[in-house]
């Protein structure tokens, strides 16, 4: 299961789109979790993949200026993410990754003509090239990468965790509920 970063474009309530699409995010996420924990006392191969907040928390520009639509280097980058973490395939994880950042830097340099990004740019505060970052030439990271994890490695260790923990939670939990 996954949630669409994509936004509304219209709501048929008295409130903003932008408020409409906050709830509905929301509303839609903790619905998704919520069907994971049921399932997975179950099954125990239903998992959540983090595209939503993989672009909303790793792409700083990740709309083209309709707002709609993702820039072309995101959806692939996060799809191989999605494939080195749930697929049979001859793609590695730090393929995947090293993908990742590349679609990274390029959302980054995007941002070179925005007004409050320029200035950052000329100066040399935010790399324009790969090379800037002392990283080998076709790999970038934003960050050094033992202060942020991979996603993949991230989600990795976190449905490991909830494969043993979540499961015993949710038992607890229903347990708990039903001797009240």
Avoid at 137 to 156: E, N
């Amino acid at each position: 299961m996954t949630l669409s970063p994509i936004p509304l474009i219209a709501t048929f309530r008295q409130v903003s789109c932008i408020t409409a699409n906050s709830l509905s995010k929301s509303l839609l996420r903790a619905a998704l979790d919520d069907l994971r924990e049921l399932k997975a006392e179950i099954r125990q191969d239903v998992y959540y993949f983090p595209a939503f907040e993989i672009i909303n928390e790793c792409f700083p520009n990740r709309f083209v200026e309709d707002g709609r639509h993702l820039w072309p280097m995101i959806v692939p980058s996060v799809m191989r993410l999605f494939e080195a973490t749930f697929c049979e395939t001859n793609l590695t994880i730090d393929e995947a990754e090293q993908g990742f950042h590349r679609a990274r830097l390029q959302d980054v340099q995007t941002l070179t003509e925005h007004p409050l990004f320029s200035q950052a740019f000329k100066s040399g505060m935010l790399p324009d090239k790969p090379e800037q970052t002392g990283a080998p030439a076709g790999h970038f990271t934003m960050a050094p990468p033992a202060s942020i994890p991979s996603p993949v490695r991230w989600f990795k260790s976190v449905r490991a965790g909830l494969a043993v923990i979540g499961l015993s939670l949710s038992r607890r939990t229903h347990t708990d509920q039903q001797s009240h």
